[in-house]
């Protein structure tokens, strides 16, 4: 008995002593549960965040551009294009590589995918090919067993379906590059595009909207189990451009191959019915991807078509520029509507000799006549009168030579040079560069936009500023009604006689753009004419007096046309340059008359609907 | 002379002590135990199923009430006839291990599982029951001075080898391992020298090195991975991490019944067997975490209990075995859901699905009552 009870006390030590170990191992574990869950539960949390929700951001829908009565003119298509997700692939390469042999990449495209699929996990998608076509679609879709992983979907393009009639002015959309995408994440979404130029560029935060984002929760196979929260986003705005799409497109007709560019306004407002440039391209391709030869070709062609010269093409305005010499005048006092000069053919200051055109004596005559049969002899007396300073403040005053304000980028202000220019530049300024100054040539470099300016306020008499944006969001925008501008600073009587003068030129037989006046009942167009020269011209040159078209193509002098009508009530503005188009009257006038005569017929200005209630003209 | 003849301590000399006296004499408070910690199992199982019954929770509960009517039935059995068939019950373990070896499925990469009559057997399981009774019977009458004798030890080791040997064969690393260290534990309760498992440990170490060159490539990497769970973010480190991932997740109070993301969302697979544990710490925090632990806890305690109110050595050794071999279970699958031991395929008892492990555990809880219930019982002065 006694044994027995020494054997069970050492084994109740035994089993005691096995107890408190067992205790301490399971105080252990509490105390390793306390560090994993307490201590570390902020690690852990975050860690499980990650592991099951996953946020992705999605490209907003990127707002329309309409013209003022809603026809698209850049709008969003669905095309289609091939994504891989690795994960999914037994073995990726083997999928690559049946793809590859189904849609041939180049090799830079193939290095890129490579960069991607090796830096990304296995199920986030890796953009194969965008843009897929039938062909492609078709051979994917046959031999789908042999590509696990490879997913075809929608994705969003710009589309532009006025092409390269409305590239420069509705501008162009591409891809963020690795700076934009850095210093704005959203711009690093697939799918997403910034404006590069136009309307596009000027609007792009209206157009671009906001994010949407879709948080899913996946599984440890990134494989969606639900989706736990979905934001559309804010898709971009429509922007209604002012201008109205069959006028464009006339334009763009009208100045079919020839280079250069067309601005109309509404006189009224400064509003931008028509911006047309000659030659263009197809704003399409920026999204897409600009063909090497495509680029070099642009670059190469002495017509520059990537440039929208109606805001950013310099030219020397020739007699366009002449209504502008003779409000300066006026305003000085120098000049009177009833000043008589006397032209003789030529003008002669020191040793030089001065032309007119053509070198035919006009007589003594005053300003509107001068002006009627533009007289280039006439305007070097008067700008002799007045001064280069003077003539530059009257540009100015007109929207010459000055910022604009104008609502998209790189427009030009273009140059009216002053003494203070000429200073700055090293520049000894002659009485000579005064003498052409008063003919529109010299320094004097303008857009086709603030030649149309100038012609709608000298018509008007009002400060109006060219602009393009109409609505934003159905907004209407400031500018768009005749209210919101100034008077000009100009003698209303001094406007009258320049206008008396413009309205010779195109209604009078003996004025230079009678060839293009209105055939309108009750209408009538005044305007003004413009020859200028692109350089000092050769004696030879000028024995041909221009009209030799075996002169070459670049030492043509350019063709321009500035003019506004109603006459006794103006509504429109034109301003046409044909780049060495030879006589303004020949090659610029006629388009103004074609535009001009569509713009009073179907009268666009101020209205958001056309006249007659049809329906805004379809792309073609 | 009634109140002698009903002396607690000689209850079976008096007929009364029938099965309904017996029945009283359960430790009804280890039941509850029991019961609580297969109710934490439902409530673990409903979840890991995205919050329905199917096809875990009610399965296993099922399967729960089954197991406790054997084990309530096994500690009605009078403790001295379980000792007699103790060996007898070591051989057909034996016998149905080898069966498995030749015949069974394979499940996981290793041949654990058999079909009897329906039910799944996974032998390794019984077989350290058995061999807790075996060793039991074997030193029940074990005088000190055969406990030195060397040659008395031997066989007993050589019992507890056969059956290690065999589940190493499986293969399956963890249970082998926890099959010794209950052999060792009950061979050191029957008295056995402290410095013999000193030896034995030192030889251990030595031949560890050997030992892991005759390991399977699954298990190497087991270990491996243990060491940098990191090196393997979808392999088997994997499991560690989201493990652990869930553990922490859970904070102090969890993240609500239902709405733990590591467990709805499918991150950890076998989440309703080896990995039940993070469903309830990530749903229920530390604070259920700790709950739990304390019930796990309450189990071994008592059967330990049960051990020292035995009065005769076979019942002692019985309950040592049984306990240890639920605080093994215990310790090894926590440890490994915290990713301090290498994955080892053990389930957690009573909470994690599964029949087979359930069903061994509760017929060693059976027994492990039996002995509580016939705790002061006289053996014949005979051996097993």
Redesign the interface.
């Given at each position: 008995m006694k044994?027995e009870t020494k054997?069970?006390s050492?084994?109740?030590r035994?089993?005691?002593l096995?107890?408190t170990a067992?205790?301490g191992?399971?105080g252990a574990?509490?105390g390793?549960?306390?560090n994993?869950?307490?201590s570390?539960?902020g690690?852990?949390?975050l860690?499980?965040?990650q592991?099951?929700?996953s946020e992705r951001l999605e490209a907003p829908i990127r707002g329309l551009i309409t013209d003022r009565f809603g026809t698209i003119l850049a709008g969003n298509q669905q095309h289609w294009r091939a994504l891989f997700m690795q994960a999914l692939a037994p073995d990726p390469q083997a999928v690559l590589d049946n793809f590859y042999r189904l849609v041939p990449l180049p090799d830079d495209e193939k290095a890129r995918i490579a960069t991607d699929l090796a830096h990304r996990p296995g199920y986030i998608p890796v953009l194969l090919k965008d843009f897929l076509d039938w062909p492609d679609m078709a051979a994917l879709e046959v031999n789908t067993p042999d590509l696990p992983g490879v997913v075809v979907e929608v994705g969003a393009s710009r589309s532009y379906p006025f092409g390269p009639g409305l590239a420069h002015a509705v501008g162009y959309v591409a891809r963020p590059n690795a700076r934009e995408a850095a210093a704005d994440p959203v711009l690093s979404l697939p799918g997403i595009r910034v404006g590069r130029t136009g309307a596009e560029a000027a609007q792009d935060a209206a157009l671009r909207g906001m994010p949407g984002f879709v948080q899913t929760?996946?599984?440890?196979h990134g494989e969606v189990?639900r989706q736990v929260a979905h934001d559309d986003g804010t898709p971009g705005q429509t922007v209604a451009l002012a201008l109205d799409a069959g006028l464009q497109a006339l334009a763009v007709q009208r100045l079919a191959d020839q280079a250069g560019a067309v601005v109309m306004l509404d006189a009224n407002t400064g509003e931008i019915l028509a911006m047309a440039n000659s030659p263009a391209f197809d704003p399409e391709l920026f999204d897409k991807g600009v063909p090497a030869a495509t680029w070099a070709g642009w670059m190469a062609d002495a017509k520059d078509p990537l440039q929208n010269k109606a805001i950013s093409g310099l030219f020397a305005p020739g007699s366009t520029f002449k209504p502008t010499v003779a409000l300066a005048a006026m305003k000085s006092g120098a000049l009177t509507p009833d000043t008589v000069l006397t032209c003789i053919g030529s003008f002669t200051l020191g040793d030089h000799v001065f032309w007119c055109d053509n070198h035919v004596a006009h007589g003594s005559i005053t300003l509107h006549t001068a002006l009627q049969v533009s007289c280039d002899v006439f305007f070097y007396q008067v700008a002799l009168m007045v001064g280069i300073d003077r003539m530059a403040d009257m540009a100015a005053q007109l929207g010459l030579g000055t910022d604009l304000g104008m609502d998209m980028p790189d427009a030009s202000p273009g140059l009216v040079p002053t003494l203070d220019w000429a200073r700055s530049r090293g520049i000894h300024w002659a009485e000579g560069s005064t003498v052409v100054q008063g003919i529109g040539q010299g320094y004097t470099q303008l857009t086709p936009l603030a030649l149309a300016t100038m012609i709608a306020r000298v018509a008007t008499g009002s400060a109006v500023g060219p602009h393009i944006t109409r609505r934003i969001g159905g907004q209407l925008q400031d500018g768009s009604d005749p209210g919101d501008w100034p008077a000009l600073d100009v003698d209303p009587d001094h406007l009258a006689a320049v206008r008396q003068g413009l309205f010779e030129v195109v209604n009078t037989p003996a004025g230079t753009a009678y060839a293009s006046r209105l055939t309108l009942p009750n209408v009538q167009m005044a305007g003004k004419t413009g020859t200028a020269q692109v350089h000092n011209n050769t004696a030879a040159e000028k024995q041909k007096n221009f009209n030799d078209l075996t002169m070459a193509w670049e030492d043509r002098p350019n063709a321009l046309f500035v003019g506004f009508a109603p006459y006794d009530n103006p509504r429109y503005a034109i301003a046409v340059v044909i780049e060495h188009g030879n006589f303004g009257a020949q090659s610029a006038a006629p388009v103004a008359h074609d535009l001009m005569t569509y713009a009073l017929t179907h009268d666009p200005a101020g209205r958001d609907t056309p006249l007659g209630g049809a329906a805004g003209v379809a792309p073609s | 002379m009634i109140p002698e003849k009903l002396a607690p301590q000689r209850p079976f000399r008096d007929p009364s002590f029938g099965l309904v006296r017996k029945f009283v004499r359960i430790n009804w408070l280890f039941v509850l135990c029991v019961c609580l910690l297969a109710g934490v199992g439902y409530t673990a199982l409903y979840s890991a199923a995205g919050g329905a019954p199917v096809p875990y929770a009610n399965g296993q509960l099922v399967r729960f009430l089954v197991a406790l009517g054997l084990m309530l039935g096994i500690a009605m059995v009078d403790i001295r006839l379980i000792a007699k068939i103790s060996w007898p019950a070591y051989a057909l373990g034996i016998f149905l291990l080898l069966v498995v070896m030749k015949f069974g499925h394979t499940g996981l990469g290793a041949k654990r599982w058999m079909t009897v009559g329906g039910v799944e057997i996974q032998p390794s399981e019984l077989i350290k029951l058995f061999l807790t009774l075996a060793l039991a019977a074997y030193f029940h009458r074990a005088?000190?001075e055969r406990l030195n004798h060397i040659l008395f030890l031997l066989p007993a080791v050589g019992v507890i080898l056969l059956p290690v040997g065999l589940i190493l064969k499986e293969p399956n690393l963890g249970t082998a391992v926890i099959t010794a260290l209950i052999g060792a534990?009950v061979m050191?309760?029957a008295?056995v020298r402290w410095w013999k498992f000193a030896l034995v440990l030192g030889v251990l170490v030595v031949a560890a090195p050997l030992l892991y060159h005759h390991l399977h490539d699954y298990q190497r990497a087991r270990i491996i991975t243990f060491m940098n769970p990191g090196s393997d973010p979808?392999g088997a480190g994997?499991n560690i991490i989201?493990s652990?991932?869930?553990?922490?997740?859970?904070?102090?109070t969890g993240q609500g019944y239902l709405h733990g993301?590591?467990n709805q969302?499918?991150?950890l697979p076998e989440k309703q067997t080896d990995f039940v544990f993070t469903i309830i710490?990530e749903e229920f925090?530390?604070l259920g975490?700790?709950a739990v632990?304390g019930l796990?806890?309450s189990i071994?305690?008592m059967a330990?209990y049960t051990?020292?109110c035995s009065a005769h050595?076979y019942g002692?050794l019985v309950a040592?075995g049984v306990g240890?071999n639920f605080?093994l279970y215990?310790?090894v699958n926590?440890?490994m859901v915290?990713g301090?031991i290498p994955v080892g395929g053990v389930p957690l008892p009573l909470i994690s699905y599964g029949g087979s492990a359930l069903t061994a555990v509760m017929l060693g809880f059976g027994v492990l009552m039996s002995v509580h219930v016939h705790r002061d019982v006289e053996f014949a002065n005979e051996e097993f």
């Open positions: 044994r054997d069970r050492a084994f109740n035994r089993a005691l096995i107890g067992q205790l191992i399971f574990i509490a390793k549960l306390y994993l869950q307490v570390q539960h690690k852990y949390a860690l499980a965040e592991n099951s929700i929760e996946t599984n440890v189990v | 005088t000190q534990t050191l309760g008295g979808l994997y989201q652990k991932i869930a553990l922490g997740s859970g904070g102090f993301t590591q969302l499918n991150f710490a925090g530390f975490s700790i632990l796990l806890f071994v305690a330990l051990a020292l050595v002692r040592l240890t605080f215990c310790f926590l440890s915290m301090l």
